[in-house]
């Protein structure tokens, strides 16, 4: 309550353009209504409880980049300085966006040296896959982050989907990871090459995944790893997939879900 009565005298930094300008750049009323509400009033909270110390989590999305923009996530990067460091974290959500390279950068940057636990990338688009790529592996060398979401966005080659199991694999930090939405092939890379023995949780759903075989998912199980946590919905595993998964379970002590 006492958080809530010093906000009350605080305002905004920054100026939003009026819908004239948003209407010049081809948003209709009903874009230009999800913009006010997903982004802007999104954000304006986010900095407020930042600045206040009450904010434990974050979420902006539903808007295309535009130079009008740069200065309200300045506003918003500025306000991570106010991140408690010694707390559980903040939970950083991005949704159904476009990211430029810059934008893209300074996110990165900042989950990298702040207290951010978990960041979610969920349907956006980026104007440079492999750079944004490049630029999560350097967030994903933060002590602090725990959690990586990456939905939705199709990696379409193999040599971004190289660097994308090259960069996760590196972090010595992250623990839980989902990853939804992207591709039979991008899964089966993910369980090749990324050693997930330290996981508590993977959701790797949604990805048409077929094993053909592979027995990467039983023996994660049968290991009695710490993972907590493993969702498959959405696949395409048959059964024989189901009768090792099950014959894995025997000795497991820790899966709960």
């Given at each position: 309550?006492?958080?809530?009565?010093?906000?009350?005298?605080?305002?905004?930094?920054?100026?939003?353009?009026?819908?004239?300008y948003w209407q010049g750049k081809g948003y209709d009323d009903e874009a230009i209504e999800g913009l006010k509400g997903w982004f802007?009033?999104?954000?304006?909270?986010?900095?407020?409880?930042?600045?206040?110390?009450?904010?434990?989590?974050?979420?902006?999305g539903y808007v295309n980049h535009d130079k009008a923009l740069v200065p309200h996530w300045n506003a918003l990067?500025?306000?991570?300085?106010?991140i408690n460091p010694y707390d559980s974290g903040v939970k950083l959500a991005l949704l159904n966006m476009e990211l430029n390279e810059e934008i893209m950068r300074q996110i990165c940057h900042h989950v990298r040296y702040r207290?951010?636990?978990?960041?979610?990338?969920?349907d956006n688009r980026f104007t440079n896959m492999r750079g944004a790529i490049n630029e999560l592996g350097k967030a994903l060398q933060s002590p602090q982050l725990k959690h990586l979401i990456w939905?939705?966005?199709t990696i379409e080659t193999t040599e971004d989907m190289t660097l994308f199991t090259r960069v996760l694999a590196q972090s010595n930090s992250v623990e839980e990871l989902t990853f939804r939405w992207n591709s039979n092939e991008n899964a089966q890379a993910l369980?090749?090459?990324?050693?997930?023995?330290r996981y508590k949780l993977l959701n790797l759903s949604s990805n048409d995944l077929q094993t053909n075989g592979r027995t990467d998912i039983p023996d994660l199980i049968a290991v009695?790893?710490?993972?907590?946590?493993?969702?498959?919905?959405?696949?395409?595993?048959n059964d024989d997939d189901a009768v090792l998964i099950a014959q894995s379970l025997g000795g497991n002590t820790n899966l709960r879900r």
């Amino acid at each position: 309550r006492l958080a809530s009565k010093v906000q009350e005298g605080w305002e905004y930094p920054v100026a939003i353009r009026p819908d004239g300008y948003w209407q010049g750049k081809g948003y209709d009323d009903e874009a230009i209504e999800g913009l006010k509400g997903w982004f802007f009033e999104e954000l304006k909270t986010a900095v407020s409880r930042l600045e206040h110390g009450v904010c434990d989590s974050i979420k902006v999305g539903y808007v295309n980049h535009d130079k009008a923009l740069v200065p309200h996530w300045n506003a918003l990067f500025q306000s991570f300085q106010h991140i408690n460091p010694y707390d559980s974290g903040v939970k950083l959500a991005l949704l159904n966006m476009e990211l430029n390279e810059e934008i893209m950068r300074q996110i990165c940057h900042h989950v990298r040296y702040r207290n951010i636990s978990r960041v979610s990338f969920s349907d956006n688009r980026f104007t440079n896959m492999r750079g944004a790529i490049n630029e999560l592996g350097k967030a994903l060398q933060s002590p602090q982050l725990k959690h990586l979401i990456w939905s939705g966005h199709t990696i379409e080659t193999t040599e971004d989907m190289t660097l994308f199991t090259r960069v996760l694999a590196q972090s010595n930090s992250v623990e839980e990871l989902t990853f939804r939405w992207n591709s039979n092939e991008n899964a089966q890379a993910l369980l090749s090459d990324v050693d997930f023995s330290r996981y508590k949780l993977l959701n790797l759903s949604s990805n048409d995944l077929q094993t053909n075989g592979r027995t990467d998912i039983p023996d994660l199980i049968a290991v009695n790893s710490p993972l907590e946590e493993l969702y498959l919905y959405s696949n395409r595993l048959n059964d024989d997939d189901a009768v090792l998964i099950a014959q894995s379970l025997g000795g497991n002590t820790n899966l709960r879900r």
